[in-house]
């Protein structure tokens, strides 16, 4: 189940955001008409008022620097984590795709134990 405190549709074009369950320098929502990644913290009603669809960017100001330090511990968890994949996306992945995440990345043993729980 996604997280009610963010949106699942693309700031930019409006569109359904995707699971990215990839490298953990990678965003972990991806949409796929205009091919761009986001953050969770980029995903918040907050962070959307302050989304440029011209320069696809979130502005500039402090209230930017805090999102972008959001975003830079996102993307330190994710490689903790060894994978861009959130908690959430494990009900919503195939488990070929887990399975692939477990064969494939560097996973840190807590989230490699909850995705091969979900496998089986």
Not at 1 to 7: D, F, G, H, I, T
Not at 20 to 34: E, F, I, Q
């Amino acid at each position: 189940m996604a997280n009610p405190l963010y949106l699942l549709t693309c700031p930019n074009c409006g569109g359904g955001l995707e699971p990215h369950a990839g490298h953990p320098d990678s965003a972990p929502w991806l949409c796929a008409r205009c091919h761009l990644g986001f953050w969770v913290s980029e995903l918040s009603a907050v962070a959307r008022v302050r989304y440029r669809p011209r320069f696809r960017d979130y502005g500039v100001g402090k209230e930017s620097i805090a999102l972008r330090a959001a975003c830079l511990a996102e993307r330190d968890a994710a490689r903790e984590r060894g994978t861009s994949c959130l908690e959430e996306h494990i009900g919503l992945l195939s488990h070929d795709h887990l399975q692939f995440m477990c064969d494939r990345f560097p996973l840190s043993e807590a989230f490699r134990r909850r995705i091969q729980a979900a496998v089986q």
